[in-house]
């Protein structure tokens, strides 16, 4: 029990942190409403077939587990990681991907999750991996898009909510794996990281 206080202390002191020290761009019941939304438009577009969803290790581990919540179709959940920030946590450093190599999705419906599409290098590098496995049929989901210049083509097929060109955090998303556990989207105020 005295455990479970602690836990309980903790999130409300970061929670009240978090409204003291960062903007709040989405709050969690938009994300869960959107994901309801989204969830009803997959159950369509695959109508019972059986999904394979591979999520983006770690910042879309949150709006995976939730997606799935909403779906009513046969789902699987494989996962992959992809690394691009540098030292500082904020700017883009060079993009490595692990965990795909005992992935056998050839013939199946596959939908990548990602936590944030930016410059969109990650997600193109994805698509065009996945695409080399020969799915049946390949599609993605990004819980955010920036409004920013892209870098590639590519645009995901499913956008839960676009957002200015800031840095953000929460559900999901860190800054130094710090964050991830916030509820909501937030921005630090005047974009400063506290370290």
């Known amino acids: 029990m005295r455990n479970f206080l602690y836990i309980l202390l903790f999130c409300f002191c970061s929670i009240c942190w978090a409204d ?16 309801q939304e989204v969830g009803m438009q997959i159950d369509k577009q695959y109508k019972n077939e059986e999904l394979v969803v591979v999520m983006v290790m770690k910042g879309a581990l ?30 883009q450093g060079k993009l490595t991907i692990t965990g795909l190599d005992d992935f056998n999705v050839k013939g199946k419906n596959v939908l990548i999750v990602d936590d944030i599409f930016d410059s969109g290098t990650t997600m193109k ?4 991996i996945f695409k080399a496995k020969k799915t049946k049929s390949l599609r ?5 898009l920036k409004q920013v210049p892209y870098e590639t083509g590519y645009r995901p097929d499913h956008v839960l909510f676009e957002i200015p060109n800031r840095f953000v955090i ?17 921005a630090f105020k005047d974009d400063k990281p506290p370290f």
Do not use: C, W
């Open 20 to 35: 003291s020290t960062m903007d709040l761009l989405i709050p969690s019941t938009a994300i869960a409403q959107r994901l």
């Open 140 to 144: 993605s989901l990004v819980l955010l």
């Open 170 to 186: 929460g559900y999901g998303l860190d800054y130094k794996e710090s964050f991830r556990e916030l509820p909501g989207i937030y």
């Open 62 to 91: 949150v709006v995976t587990a939730d997606l799935i919540r909403n779906l009513h179709i046969p789902v699987s959940v494989e996962f992959v990681r992809a690394k691009s920030y540098g030292k500082n946590g904020t700017s």
């Open 125 to 128: 590098a994805l698509v065009n």
